[in-house]
């Protein structure tokens, strides 16, 4: 319908309707977070995190029709047919936009449990989403520099301890964490700076999966690798808006928890650089997956 307007146009719009669904939304969600919080009972709570979810897929439809609305990709996803919503995942993926949060909203939208990320603590003052991400359960999490550790060595497994009471709260009902191992979102820049040995990607750490696995190792069912490609080029948010890209290629690996996954990160040496050696491994594949995802023609859609 909005595809005929201009461009610039049609991302006004959209931003538009982006801020009315998130502002909406937010009603049920601050009133069922107040809701929980009154009643310290386990089961109400374990229901009101439920209807939290629930209210955040909202958002999301409505989210996905908005992009449906001012130029849909074409999509070319593979690998979630097979995905069950009962079950708890652990989410690993490249990062190059913040359009990437919004593809995988969309290609597990009601395939697997709503998606959490560890968001930077700073974004909790973001107008709105961070006080619903903070409703939401979302962890906050604080980079702490090696400098900044040595000067303050009681700051030292901070952001182990809030991993590990944010994985408590997950255990209760079906969920999917989302960890980007980068760090960071990809840039020409950061690649060179760090003499990254991938052509498409940068360095992954392997600390977040880690924490998450030796928290909820016993729960987690799989681990979905997903790559992301735009064959066009990476595009930011506002392109996303105006219906500028054309084309999104995802593709899921499921995998499952080896035991060999399962350790101490912090105290053994020899597990930890095993689970990195894995973790670069899984890159290496990654980065030539994106080589023959760029080069490939685009298959049917695979996201309606």
């Excluded at 949060?101 to 003052?125: E, S």
């Excluded at 030292?156 to 991993?163: H, Q, S, V, Y």
């Excluded at 977040?208 to 948010?237: C, K, N, W």
């Amino acid at each position: 319908m909005l595809r005929i307007l201009p461009a610039p146009v049609r991302g006004i719009l959209a931003l538009c309707l982006y801020i009315l669904n998130t502002l909406f939304w937010c009603v049920p969600l601050f009133l069922l977070v107040f809701g929980k919080a009154a009643v310290p009972v386990d089961a109400w709570r374990r229901r009101c995190s439920r209807m939290l979810n629930a209210v955040a897929e909202k958002w999301i439809w409505v989210n996905n029709q908005n992009q449906k609305l001012v130029g849909n990709p074409l999509w070319d996803v593979k690998g979630v047919a097979t995905l069950n919503r009962s079950n708890w995942y652990l989410v690993v993926a490249n990062h190059q936009s913040w359009v990437d949060i919004l593809v995988l909203q969309r290609i597990f939208y009601r395939k697997i449990p709503f998606l959490k990320f560890f968001i930077k603590r700073g974004l909790i003052w973001l107008p709105v989403l961070g006080q619903a991400w903070w409703a939401m359960d979302f962890p906050f999490v604080k980079r702490y520099s090696r400098s900044y550790l040595k000067k303050n060595p009681h700051m030292k497994g901070t952001d182990l301890e809030i991993t590990r009471n944010a994985c408590r709260k997950f255990k209760k009902i079906p969920i999917s964490i989302m960890n980007f191992v980068e760090g960071t979102r990809y840039t020409d820049k950061k690649h060179c700076r760090q003499h990254s040995p991938y052509s498409h990607l940068l360095r992954p750490k392997a600390g977040g999966i880690a924490f998450v696995l030796g928290s909820m190792g016993e729960q987690i069912h799989r681990i979905l690798d997903v790559t992301i490609v735009y064959p066009d080029g990476v595009s930011s948010f506002w392109a996303l808006l105006c219906g500028e890209i054309r084309k999104i290629k995802v593709r899921v690996r499921s995998m499952p928890v080896n035991p060999m996954l399962l350790g101490d990160y912090v105290n053994d040496r020899h597990f930890r650089s095993g689970l990195q050696n894995w973790l670069n491994n899984m890159w290496a594949e990654k980065d030539r997956n994106i080589d023959e995802m760029m080069s490939s023609l685009p298959q049917a859609d695979g996201v309606a």
